[in-house]
């Protein structure tokens, strides 16, 4: 029972962080949430009822390297190559994304109320949480213009997925992760190779100049 | 042992990478031998596979695998001249990358299980990319871009469907492993509200990569600035794979007795498909972003088909088949009209049947097969459409459906015409001569088009047949 209540309180620490990344700018930081939220994925199946065999504490252990050290490592090492600090290409408004964060907050709360969600697997805020991130991540997908925040705004959307699907499938967990894992390593990878593209052939990473195929 | 027939095209595929030019040539056309031999062997006789919870082969997936099979090895062969003169820096990333990606539409093909399905979806967007991304211009790089983020988002969609899939088999107190063939078995039995939510994911999820509207908007891009033989590979076999996703959801839909939940919004999806691609058409400037649009028609087609159900889901496979055969020679063909002209743009292109003749029978050839004009297998497929939505009563959207091919064939002859036969603009560049290596392929996809609708082998037409029947389809 203490368990799942510490996971009910990293999952409200995942919530804040959500309405953080909402706010800043700046893409160490937003490299940090994302490192936050995937940590907290990582670890959720230890808090949760299933029991834990040596093979899926071996898996879990290595996806947290993966998510918390290697894939922002590398991100972070672009951010540092081409000298950027803050990601200032907003189509919508720091202040009215903040708002629309909180009306998701809330409005995934109800669903899951309304989906008798509320007892995921033990824990009152899973399915919430999860939610959250997805359409968080969709929303700063379209909400920002950098192609640095569009790609974390991509994995926090495969942070809720994880969240929502590692529990989910106790009977195929280890497929579904190394699924995830393909996804975000391999997509990260290769985006990673086209952020640096867009640097070298444009001055900066606006998505907006990428406009020439307009119909 | 049925894994090998994505591994030999996977192991080629890396090996490409190390060997020298010529040879990496030799190399691709002969895997896509090897990989076509392996292909008919399963019609011959049917291999088990060593993981058989993941891989089985399904009669929808025998069909599409054949199509990628043929379809490839003709491609490779109008590759090796290709790359002769397309400026190609890195070809050896470019062979590479194309054998890697017949693997993993292989896998595609041959997945039962909905996560390895997944997985290899996911893994034909990774290797799809570097072909799209070969030039290395402003416009590919822009096109690259978009198609990783679109359909990554999409397939991330699919990936919530298939976890909201287990979550129906939770609900419903199902044990048994996730495939499809296994949930087909025990639909009724699913959570049905979950059920409908897995479907919509997944369908929303594949649908993107499969370029229907709203979410296509990656796909003429994409497709217009690959090299032509990575557009014929997208176009004619990658957005079947796509497919064969919503297609075995749909089947687990049918079975569990949803239905016409999953046919009404394949309707409706496959419908607003067609309607904007008609409104593209129309005023396109670009003859390869034009052949784009028209696949987005066709996929739109072809969804509308299997959602009306019964013989318009015959319709569709019908349609999915000729359209892979025809598109993918258009798009082949673009490419021979490019180096003849060295423009995209329709403006600038004039009098091929003149200074282009073996290229403009290809050209035009393909498009009366693909607008739909009898004996070609189009002509069938939606004539059969047509007549399975009026048997189900669905006549507004009989009434679109039929406006829209209208809308479109007018909108694609005209242009198709004015190519062919129009005045030629000033200031060509110098004529150069028709190798029959750049047009023989696209004979051969057009004639294959032509005999299958004159002759269907009847293991061929058992086998669409038996594909149809799980939609409740046929005649």
Known sequence: MDMIYSMDILLSFVLLSVLFSFSTSRLVVMIRIVVLQGVVVSVAPFFLEDSMTA???????????????????????????????????????????????????????????KFNMMDFRGSTLMVSTAITLIMGGLFLLMARRNAIVMVLAYMMMENGISLLGAPLSAGAHTIVEFG??????????????MLQSIQQKYVNLDTAQLRKLKE | MLEIIFLVPFLSGLAVFFLPKTAGRVWMVLTGIIHLLLTARLWINPQAAMFGDYFRV??????????????FLLISIYTTEYLNHSHIRHENIFTGSLLLFLSTMTLVTLSDHIMVMWIAIEATTLTSAPLIFIHGTPRALEATWKYLLICSVGIAMALLGSVLMTLAMDVGHVDIPVSFSALTGVAAQLDPVWLKAAFVFIFVGYGTKMGLAPMHTWLPDAHSEAPSPASAMLSGVLLNCAYLGIFKTNKIMVAAGLGSFSGMILMGFGLMSMLAAATFIIRQTEYKRMLAYSSIENMGIIAFGTGVGGIGAYGAILCLIHHSLIKSSLFLTSGNINAGYNTWLIDRVGNLAGRMPKTCTAFFSGFAALAGFPP????????????????????????????????????????????SFGDAPENLPNEISEKAITVCPQYALLLTSLVLCVWMPDIFYQTIMDAAKAMGGGF
């Open chain 1, 55 to 113: 093979g899926t504490l071996v898996f879990t252990l290595s996806i947290l390297t993966i998510r918390g050290i290697v894939i922002p490592w590398s991100i972070y090492a672009v951010v540092q190559k081409m000298g950027i600090k803050r990601a200032l290409e907003i189509n919508v408004g720091y202040h009215a994304s903040l708002f629309f964060c909180l009306l998701l907050i809330v409005g995934a709360q109800m669903l899951s109320l």
């Open chain 1, 180 to 193: 995830i894992l393909l996804d975000v390593l391999a997509g990260v990878m290769i985006m990673g190779i």
């Open chain 2, 58 to 71: 399904c009669p929808e997936g025998l069909l599409s695998l054949s199509v990628i099979s043929l379809l």
């Open chain 2, 376 to 419: 070609f297998g189009m002509f069938i497929g939606e004539l059969l459409i047509i007549v399975g939505v009026f048997r189900a009563g669905h006549y507004p959207m009989a009434a679109v459906f039929i406006l829209s091919l209208c809308i479109i064939f007018a909108g694609f002859s005209n242009q198709i015409i004015k190519m």
